[in-house]
């Protein structure tokens, strides 16, 4: 009877198991009695599962056998040793990559979206503290000087305007703001959001994708007061007089907006590592430097191909053996108000740290029930001020209600706004005194927005 030797590897193991591709090679040797020829043949591919715990690398030795009764022609099939000692060599490989890539996601840690919450204030230019190590400004024109401009080459002014959100969107409609110039010349002024606090909140959110972490709406109540006011054409009208009429008691100038994340530079500084693929290199990020009680993330760079968290350090995987001025973002995880002048209340998106929350968010579920809504709002830290009473659906737009609109940079959805119903929060106010309540509401219903996808959501302070 024929017999053909295979060599095999196939077992099970319910500690691990990893798939293989095992190439079946049989040797026909002796073809006739006076020549002898051996004949590699490739009979395919195989995938075998089995487990390199249970089954050390020299259990390949052994063999399968079988027979094969119908077939006419004798063949001594043997397994030449070159070849056993090649596919061993390709084994002993597999299992040292897989040894480092299971060492990786065990060194891999997982940071909670707890540590990349954004708390926001706003202080004097007088008052601000450089030293303050966990309060810094939004953007670096507020404390260095030069603020925008108006497109057309003239500088603008920046103000603050504390009132409220009806307020504020008369106050950016206005046509009756004036500026004198040094000559006493009169000249119509226009007034826009501020296009600096903007482009801060849209680049955070670039890093937030760059980094694949999950965005969480930023309480932008603080940066939605800041107004551009400036001249048509190209005129500095930085030390002019501005006549604010109506509104002059609720402007107030020289205010820099703080939140709790600070850009750094970092540098090449050790030898690069080749990656298990030898394509690429990694370079790490030695967190111990900047302390370890903080949540950092890598800025935007298309030199990175991806980024992983270990601990106390950070591994980016690129294609550049070296590099200079990548940047970084580090997130403070504890606010200090003590310094002169930090009076003003703190916007955060803080949430607590809550199991049931963190379990639906990882599943990657949306909001289907009127408990979720609840249970949503009620997650977040602050003491907003208002409280969500009830939601209805409608495709009739109540006469006053409050937007969604603290995620601008998401830009067109797949189903139009428009042609959705209309999911109406509303809400109530929780005690007298809360300036921020409107703002809060704003900031629920853009945050509840991201979750759902049949209706548009809009809010209602009662």
Same mark, same amino acid.
């Given at each position: 009877t024929p017999s053909i030797h295979i060599f095999m590897i196939s077992s099970f193991s319910f500690e691990r198991t990893a798939v293989f591709c095992s190439v079946t090679t049989i040797l026909l040797s002796r073809i006739t009695p006076d020549l002898s020829l051996?004949?590699?043949?490739?009979?395919?591919?195989?995938?075998?599962?089995?487990?390199?715990?249970?089954?050390?690398?020299?259990?390949?030795?052994?063999?399968?056998?079988?027979?094969?009764?119908?077939?006419?022609?004798?063949?001594?099939?043997?397994?030449?040793?070159?070849?056993?000692?090649?596919?061993?060599?390709?084994?002993?490989?597999?299992?040292r990559r897989y040894l480092e890539l299971e060492d990786r996601i065990n060194r891999e840690v997982e940071i909670p979206d707890e540590a990349y919450a954004v708390y926001m204030t706003v202080v004097k230019k007088e008052d601000y503290d450089p030293i303050n190590g966990t309060l810094f400004p939004v953007c670096p024109e507020f404390t260095d000087g030069e603020i925008g401009g108006n497109g057309g080459g003239g500088?603008?002014?920046?103000?603050?305007?504390s009132g409220p959100l009806h307020e504020r969107q008369s106050f950016e409609a206005a046509e009756n703001i004036y500026g004198y110039n040094k000559d006493g010349e009169c000249s119509l002024l226009k007034v826009r959001k501020a296009a600096c606090c903007r482009r801060a909140i849209e680049d955070l959110y670039q890093v937030f994708v760059c980094n694949r972490i999950r965005w969480t709406t930023v309480n932008t109540g603080y940066l939605d007061r800041f107004y551009e006011v400036y001249a048509v054409g190209e005129e500095d009208i930085r030390e002019w007089k501005i006549d604010f009429g109506c509104w002059a008691d609720r402007i107030k100038e020289d205010m820099v907006p703080l939140w709790n994340i600070e850009k750094f530079v970092f540098q090449c500084r050790k030898f690069m590592i080749p990656c298990i693929d030898e394509k690429h290199y990694e370079?790490?990020?030695?967190?111990?430097?900047?302390?370890?009680?903080?949540?950092?993330?890598?800025?935007?760079?298309?030199?990175?191909?991806?980024?992983?968290?270990?601990?106390?350090?950070?591994?980016? *995987?690129? %294609?550049?053996?070296?590099?200079?001025?990548?940047?970084?973002? @580090? &997130?403070?995880? +504890?606010? $200090?108000? =003590?310094?002169?002048?930090?009076n003003n209340e703190i916007l955060s998106n803080a949430r607590k740290n809550s199991f049931f929350q963190n379990y639906l968010e990882r599943q990657g579920t949306f909001l289907d029930s009127r408990m979720e809504l609840f249970r949503l709002v009620e997650s977040f830290e602050d003491d907003s001020g208002v409280v969500l009473e009830r939601c209805d659906v409608t495709?009739?737009?109540?006469?006053?209600?409050?937007?969604?609109?603290?995620?601008?940079?998401?830009?067109? *959805?797949? %189903?139009?706004?428009?042609?959705?119903?209309?999911?109406?929060? @509303? &809400?109530?106010? +929780?005690? $007298?005194? =809360?300036?921020?309540?409107?703002?809060?509401?704003?900031?629920?219903?853009s945050q509840i927005q991201l979750s759902i996808c049949e209706y548009k959501c809009i809010g209602i302070l009662e």
């Open positions: 051996g004949i590699m043949v490739k009979l395919g591919i195989q995938g075998i599962a089995y487990s390199l715990k249970a089954f050390p690398i020299s259990w390949v030795h052994r063999s399968s056998y079988f027979s094969i009764p119908s077939v006419a022609i004798t063949l001594n099939v043997v397994l030449s040793p070159a070849l056993l000692d090649g596919l061993l060599s390709i084994l002993e490989l597999t299992e500088m603008s002014r920046i103000v603050y305007f370079h790490e990020l030695d967190l111990k430097e900047y302390g370890t009680d903080s949540a950092y993330m890598v800025g935007r760079n298309d030199d990175i191909l991806h980024v992983r968290h270990e601990k106390n350090k950070i591994i980016m *995987t690129s %294609f550049k053996e070296s590099f200079q001025d990548w940047e970084g973002y @580090r &997130f403070s995880c +504890k606010i $200090d108000v =003590k310094s002169h002048g930090y495709e009739q737009k109540p006469p006053m209600y409050l937007e969604g609109d603290m995620n601008p940079f998401h830009g067109e *959805t797949a %189903f139009p706004m428009d042609t959705r119903k209309l999911l109406v929060l @509303r &809400f109530r106010k +929780k005690g $007298d005194g =809360k300036e921020f309540c409107e703002d809060m509401v704003r900031f629920f219903v």
